[in-house]
């Protein structure tokens, strides 16, 4: 298994710990005749409290590259792309970008990269691969958890 998919398991293992179910790995949206998305999973879980069926889409990354701002710029590309198409195709469904605990503790602490992350309103999972959970919720939008 790459480090990669590893990663892309550890993320789908600390949400199915707080209790989300995967429905899609990958989550296809068809937004051509010609062109599909591939966001990395889509999930969803029932709050018993409120009743509210929520559903999210996530795009795993693991910011292993040798240049983390490159990552990035990827990264934050694909967000805008995937968030556009679950605007236009499934608009109940909150899109998050699932980092690496120790590049959002370093790298997503920079001024500039926090700077972006609000001008975009980028909703974060914050996970823990080795320990396969998710640490942390950062929603610009509407707070989940």
Same mark, same amino acid.
């Given at each position: 298994?790459?480090?990669?998919?590893?990663?892309?398991?550890?993320?789908?293992?600390?949400?199915?710990?707080?209790?989300?179910t995967?429905t899609?790995?990958?989550?296809?949206?068809?937004?051509?005749?010609?062109?599909?998305l591939?966001?990395?999973?889509?999930?969803?879980?029932?709050?018993?409290?409120?009743?509210?069926?929520?559903?999210? #889409? /996530?795009?795993?990354? @693991?910011f292993?590259?040798?240049?983390?701002? $490159?990552?990035?710029?990827?990264? +934050?590309?694909? *967000?805008?792309?995937?968030?556009?198409?679950?605007?236009?195709?499934?608009?109940?469904?909150?899109?998050?970008? #699932? /980092?690496?605990?120790? @590049?959002?503790?370093?790298?997503?602490?920079? $001024?500039?990269?926090?700077?972006? +992350?609000?001008? *975009?309103?980028v909703?974060?999972?914050?996970?823990?691969?080795?320990?396969?959970?998710?640490?942390?919720?950062?929603?610009?939008?509407?707070?989940?958890?």
């Open positions: 298994m790459s480090r990669k998919d590893q990663f892309h398991e550890a993320v789908k293992h600390g949400l199915n710990k707080e209790g989300w995967i899609h790995d990958p989550f296809t949206i068809q937004i051509s005749e010609t062109i599909k591939k966001i990395d999973l889509g999930a969803e879980t029932t709050i018993a409290a409120q009743r509210n069926h929520e559903k999210i #889409a /996530v795009e795993i990354k @693991s292993i590259s040798d240049s983390e701002i $490159s990552d990035f710029h990827a990264a +934050l590309g694909q *967000y805008l792309n995937y968030l556009q198409a679950l605007e236009d195709k499934e608009p109940d469904r909150v899109l998050y970008l #699932a /980092v690496p605990k120790d @590049s959002y503790q370093d790298f997503f602490q920079v $001024s500039f990269i926090q700077k972006s +992350l609000r001008r *975009y309103e909703n974060l999972i914050v996970y823990c691969p080795l320990q396969e959970v998710i640490e942390q919720w950062i929603s610009y939008r509407d707070t989940i958890k």
